[in-house]
Each structure stands twice: as structure tokens, then as C-alpha cells.
């Protein structure tokens, strides 16, 4: 019975009382008479009694009153005449006992006293309350352990999900970008399919594949994909599944997932995030007994249990490798390890390509355009960039989507929506265009970077600015001069901002952290630096306290100061190499803050323009006007700073004048 049945039930108990309610009270109709009106009646005649049917006088056993119980005359209205009517009259007989006897027996009213005893009727009404207060809290808890465990018999049972041949439809050609992927895991589709094949020649198919990547990068999309291509069930459970708070669920749930396999071979099973349940055991806190290790051990005796033969193909996917138990990834287990990495250019154009056949795009559109524009984007992500592009078309009213919303989508995936809605002041505006102005420049005449992007003072995420880049093709290495070049970059913003305000601002913090990492890893990883081919980043990495609780610097104290200082010598040579190249360009700078402040958004054939001609010919168009400027805040006179003039000379922005 559930909550539904509960109510219907209730409903239907409240109703019969309700009728025995009114068919007590309106079926036999009964007169409450006071004590004085039964002595008034009883002096006019009124009374019928008889030996036959006496008057009755009811003693309760428990009660403190009696009650005088007969039939009297009364006139009916309808016709005038005298009908007899039962009535019923309260009394006291320990004080008015003998005055109602006497009265009685004047008359010559017969009468008997009836002992009654409703102890029983009042004990069953007060316990009422109670046994439905008990039902439902029953069916309270019960409707609850059918939802934790879908019965108190069926906790131990599998959460594992079933998808069977006609619910699966993925097949490889819905899998792009993974080609080595798709070519390891092609000898399952093939052994799913023909069993027999492999078993003449005596080969032994593995009996787990652990599938390694970033997340996003479609390692559940490729184990569907074999059991589509094979055309076998598909069962999917996470590792967080087996683990529950009462000792022992989780190792009957592995056990009653293996049998399932066994009954369904051939399938697949799929367990997603196995790194919830298949954590180094004994190591760091927690003990050994607790439910997650028992259902590890589980795991592991069922996987050494069954034979391939059987037609059962175990399929993890974790993106953390580095914390899983050694005895899960020994031979006989997860004997075969498939790396689903990030696409490359021509894999991220295959994966817009799956995508693209779900919405519908513009003539002109070249999908290679946007993948060569979204390195170390992963699958997921590329999908979300066509998804927000649909977004992004359906609110402007267009019939399909256009390069430009693509753009858009990929910009807002990398680095946030655009706020166009935030008010900035005049002078943070004016702050920011000079901040990004000195990136840019040095984006484009130093040699040794990322070709520049685009850009811009509207706020995009948290940043008031950014100056995007993006490299030619997918990267996988840097340089040296690679990095020296990026550090310049990184401090022009700084140099620039300083270079034109004679002030400093907070807006540099982003710069300080990313290049402060950078020099970081030239030092102690790379070996781009004076203290030679040593590595130093063992103690910069995070402590897992599955595996140990603590870690130690391996190199001495006199190390680490060599160290900051080196890191210290890296940035402070990019810093001054950045102020001697903005000097020198110190008028480009002004153009591209002052073209900035004027358009917003600057692509990097308009920087081009500007540097080679002193000139925008093809200026962009804004789509929005930004907001209006807020009020600046009231200051005295001696420490007002001029706004600055956005038509601005050929020479470049003046210098505000010195507080």
C-alpha cells in the first residue's frame, strides 16, 4: 500500500464513522431532558412506564453521573397529537437519589437500575489516535526504505543500469576525435560479436579495460559505443553506487552485478568513476575494515572469479589514475589500460562535425576555422560551444547559426559571458584599455608567442579586460624562448598601466599568479634556469592522504632560498626587458588604448592595422552600446585628476598630472 492507499483508506474510515454517527443520532431520535423538565413531566403524566418497560436508570461503572433513560408524551408538530419519544435526563444519584425515588414511587412510575460498563468502548477510542499514528509512521518508513534500497529484501541488489540492444544506439560514428582509442578497444567488438574466433586460436580476450583521460573527453561515450557496435547489453553503474552506510551492501551489490553479467552474456559492464570505490587500501586515514575497502575486495575476488569466456567485458573509466589500488590494475584485472586524451585539430573538427548535425548552421560556416580556435578543448566542451552558439542564435532571432555566434560561444566557454551590464567608471575604463594596450603590443612584436586573438576592455568573467591568443596548431611542449617571451608579455600590462597613469592598480594580480607559476616550473621543472638540470617540484604537488599523510621537501633550505631567487631573477628580467620595449613603442601603445576605448573589442587584424599604418580601415562594428559611466566619487581640489581626452593627439595619451 502506498501513500495513495493510505489516504483512500482514511478517507473511508472517517466516512463510516460519520454514518454511524448520524444514524445514532438522526435514525433514533432522543430527547436530552434536564433534571427539573423529567420532574415537571413526571408530575403532569407524562412518563410511560410499565412494568414491562420500566424506567431505567443506567449507572456507568468509571462515571460520576447516572442517566435516567424512558419515554415521555409529546406533541408532534406536524400532526398535534401525543407520540412517545425516548428521552434521557443526567442525575446525581448520591444527592438527589432519594428525592427522585420518592417522586417515583408517588407516581407509581416502575423503574430499574441498570449497572452498565463502557470501559471497554472508552479504551478503544482513546487508543484510536494512537493505531493510526502507528499506521502511518509505518508507511512512512517503509515508502522510505523502498526508496533507499527498493525494499528492505532488494538492498543488496545491483544499481547497475540495463540498456539492451534496442535502447542503445550508439554506435562509432557517433565517436569522434579518440582514433587510438577506438582501434584498441575494436578486438572487444570483435570478440562480443564472434567469441568463437578468439577461443580456437586459444587467445584470452582481456578481462577489464581501464579507460584513462581528462573528464569531458568521451570515455563512457566510447564504452557505449562497443556495446552498440557489438550489439550487446550495456550495464552502467558509478563506483559511488556500491558504497552505502551499512557494512556489507556494497560487496552483495558487486556480487549480484557479476551474476546479472553472467545471465546477460554476452554484455558489458561499464563502471564510471571507479576511483570512488577502487582507492589504495590501508594508506593515510581510515582503517581497513570500512565499507569501501570490503567492496574493493569484492571487486577484486569477482574479477579474478569469472573467465572471459563467459562473454562478460569489465569497462572502468577514472580520471585519476595515480590514487587506484595496484591490485586493480595487475594482469588478470584491468589487464589493458586506453588513454582517451584531449582531441587534436582535425579530432575537434570531427567532433563539431557529430555535434553540428543536431542544429542547423549557416551557409559559410568553417567548422576547421573554430577548431584550430579551441585548442585543449575536450569533446564535452565542443558540444557545449555549438549548444551555447544555438543559445546564443535562437535569442537574436536568427534562422541559424552564424560564425559569428560560434565565435561568441567559444570566447564564453574559455573565458566567461561578456558583462556588459557592469558599470565601469571612467578612469578603471581608461586603466584597463593602457593594461591591455601594453599585452597586446608585446603580444605582436616579440617572436616567441602565440599569435594574438583578440581584444578587450569588457568585462568577460572575473577580469575587466582580457588579451586573448590562441596558437596555430595544438601544443605540447615549450620552448624556452617560449617562456621567456610569455613572461615580457605577462608584464607588460603592469609597465603599461604604470608607463601612462604613474600609479599602480590591483589589476595586475592575475599577471603576478600566472607569472610567478610560470617561472615556478622553468625552475624547478624544466631546467630553464641557472641551477641546471635538477627537478625541484616534488614538494610543490598536492598530498593525497589516501596514500600518505604528509611530504617532505627533498632539497635543503639553502635550496629553496637559490630557488626563489632564481625565480625572482626571471621576472624581474622580463620586467625590465617589457619596460624597455614599451619605451620605445610608446606611441603604438597609445593608438591601441585610445582605438580600445573608442570600439571595445579589437580583433588582431585591427592591432595589425594600427601598427603598420597608424590606422583602423576596417573599424568593427559594436552590436551594444556599454552602459553609462556611474557619477566619479566627489574628491577635494588639490587631488582631482583630469579625465583624460578620448580624441587624443597623433603622439599618443597624456600623463595625468602628479597628485
Known sequence: MNWRGLALFIAAFSLIGAAFL??????????????????????????????????????????????ISGYYKKKAPETGQDSATQFRTPVLLSFQGKDLVSALEQKGVAYTIVPESNLLASTLIGLIPILLFLVILYFFFRSQIKMAGRGAMSFGKSKARMLNQDNNKITFKNVAGVEEAKEEVQELVDFLKDPKRFQKLGGRIPKGVLMIGPPGTGKTLIARAIAGEADVPFFSISGSDFVEMFVGVGASRVRDMFEQGRKSAPCLIFIDEIDAVGRHRGHGLGGGHDEREQTLNQLLVEMDGFDTQDGVIIIAATNRPDVLDPALLRPGRFDRQVTVSLPDVNGREQILRVHAKKVKLAEGVDLAVIARGTPGYSGAELANVLNEAALLAARRGLKAITMAELEEARDKVRWGKERRSMAMSEREKVSTAWHESGHALLNVILEHTHPLHKVTIIPRGPYLGATMYLPVGDKYSTQQKEALDSLV????????????????????????????????????????????????????????????????????????????????????????????LLGKNRKSVAAIAKALLEYETLDASHIHELLEHGKIKTPPVNTSKPPPLPPEPSESPSKTIPKPDRNLPEGGLPAPSPA
Open 22 to 67: 448520524y444514524r445514532g443520532n438522526n435514525m433514533v431520535r432522543i430527547d436530552d431532558l434536564p433534571y427539573n423538565q423529567f420532574l415537571n413531566e413526571l408530575d403532569q403524566g407524562a412518563i410511560v412506564a410499565s412494568a414491562e418497560q420500566p424506567l431505567k436508570i443506567v449507572v456507568e461503572e468509571g462515571s460520576k453521573t447516572e442517566t
Open 489 to 580: 608579455v605577462i608584464m607588460g600590462g603592469r609597465i603599461a598601466e604604470e608607463m601612462f597613469t604613474k600609479d599602480i592598480s590591483n589589476g595586475a594580480s592575475g599577471d603576478i599568479k600566472q607569472a610567478t607559476s610560470l617561472a615556478r616550473k622553468m625552475v624547478c621543472e624544466w631546467g630553464m634556469s641557472r641551477l641546471g638540470m635538477v627537478g625541484f617540484g616534488e614538494a610543490s604537488e598536492h598530498v593525497f592522504l589516501g596514500r600518505e599523510m604528509g611530504r617532505q621537501k627533498e632539497y635543503s633550505e639553502n635550496t629553496a632560498q637559490l630557488i626563489d631567487m632564481e625565480i625572482k631573477r626571471l621576472i624581474d628580467e622580463a620586467y625590465s626587458r617589457a619596460q624597455t
